[in-house]
């Protein structure tokens, strides 16, 4: 079935580093936008970023600009988000999702991976 | 990019309808048709529930339904279940970056 699975969450210190990765199984991945989007505790959604088809069209959103890198691998069916000067601020659930044909929506969602932003 | 603007929280009984508000401006809500809609339980995953204002995607039910007028776009759920009680949060695509997500709205069954 169509399934998207978050990894790489976990405990880093501010100014550290880490790099999300999520795989896509079930379609045919290369044919499809994808994005990021996060949760903080008890917060509501927030769209991250957001990658083509071909990797060639990248947006960010402002929070995170200049400080994450969002990349994928059609050969490996894989979508990656490498965060550097990580902030407190930056603590939350961050989901892997797949834009639709249309690009005008995310039709799947992977389960999420915590990252815990902490000293 | 702001959020878009919901009311924290809305509750009706079983089998009422609701209706929750997703207010945001003519460079997002009111510029596109491009406004979708999700559920998402507690500790669960975010699912899908109306795109482009006012389709359902397979598997939805059809007590689930969207509409628009101007900067805001509204989401309809009739007959009221209990497995309705979650959170409901909009996204509409924007001039300025892909998309912005609404802040949210906590749904209670009484």
């Known amino acids: 079935q169509v399934q998207l699975v978050e990894s790489g969450g976990g405990l880093v210190k501010p100014g550290g580093s880490l790099r999300l990765s999520c795989a896509a199984s079930g379609f045919t991945f290369s044919d499809y936008y994808m994005s990021w989007i996060r949760q903080a505790p008890g917060k509501g959604l927030e769209w991250v970023s957001y990658?083509?088809?071909?990797?060639?069209?990248?947006y960010y959103a402002d929070s995170v600009k200049g400080r994450f890198t969002i990349s994928r691998d059609n050969a490996k069916n894989s979508l990656y988000l490498q965060m550097n000067s990580l902030r407190a601020e930056d603590t939350a659930v961050y989901y892997c999702a797949r834009v639709d044909a249309a690009r005008t929506a995310f039709d799947i969602w992977g389960q999420g991976t915590m990252v815990t932003v902490s000293s | 990019q702001s959020a878009l603007t919901q009311p924290a929280s809305v509750s009706g009984s079983p089998g009422q309808s609701i209706t929750i508000s997703c207010t945001g401006t003519?460079?997002?809500?009111?510029?596109?048709?491009?406004v979708s809609w999700y559920q998402q339980h507690p500790g669960k995953a975010p699912k899908l529930m109306i795109y482009e204002v006012s389709n359902r995607p397979s598997g939805v039910s059809n007590r689930f339904s969207g509409s628009k007028s101007g900067n805001t776009a509204s989401l309809t759920i009739s007959g009221l279940q209990a497995e309705d009680e979650a959170d409901y949060y909009c996204?509409?695509?924007?001039?300025?970056?892909?998309?912005?997500f609404g802040t949210g709205t906590k749904v209670t069954v009484l």
């Open positions: 003519s460079s997002d809500v009111g510029g596109y048709n491009y």
């Open positions: 990658i083509s088809s071909s990797g060639s069209t990248i």
């Open positions: 996204s509409s695509y924007t001039s300025s970056s892909p998309h912005v």
